[in-house]
Nanobody
Framework: QMQLVESGGGLAQAGGSLRLSCATSGRTFSNYAMGWFRQAPGKEREFVAAINWSGGSTIYARSVKGRFSISGNGAKNTVFLQMNSLKPEDTAVYYC???????????????????????WGQGTQVTVSS
């Protein structure tokens, strides 16, 4: 089992910055990728950013590219999301996710969908005021 705990959410003004953290515990020896997703009221959970620990490649949603940056620590058990130039539409609950199993050939290394992850945190609220 793996536990994920997010922190760093809160209230920010438009144009401001926040830094989210996600710390894992438990089954951290098998961690292939980690990602951030968000869910606004009345909307589906959507992809924000992710990091593939093999090689350190990253991927971003078009809506946050250039404003958000995902990174991880050397132990591959903590991931960060630096959010700059925040907009009111970034308001959502942000969830951290982890994948602890290898990809099949058919999956092709995908790591930007909710189905790509098998562990989730409880979420942290981010509110951006205009």
């Amino acid at each position: 089992q793996m536990q994920l705990v997010e922190s760093g959410g809160g209230l920010a003004q438009a144009g401001g910055s926040l830094r989210l953290s996600c710390a894992t515990s438990g089954r951290t020896f098998s961690n292939y990728a980690m990602g951030w997703f968000r869910q606004a009221p009345g909307k589906e959970r959507e992809f924000v950013a992710a990091i593939n620990w093999s090689g350190g490649s990253t991927i971003y949603a078009r809506s946050v590219k250039g404003r958000f940056s995902i990174s991880g620590n050397g132990a591959k058990n903590t991931v960060f999301l630096q959010m700059n130039s925040l907009k009111p539409e970034d308001t959502a609950v942000y969830y951290c996710a982890a994948r602890t199993y290898a990809w099949t050939y058919a999956e092709g290394g995908s790591y930007s969908y909710t189905a790509d992850y098998n562990y989730w945190g409880q979420g942290t609220q981010v509110t951006v005021s205009s």
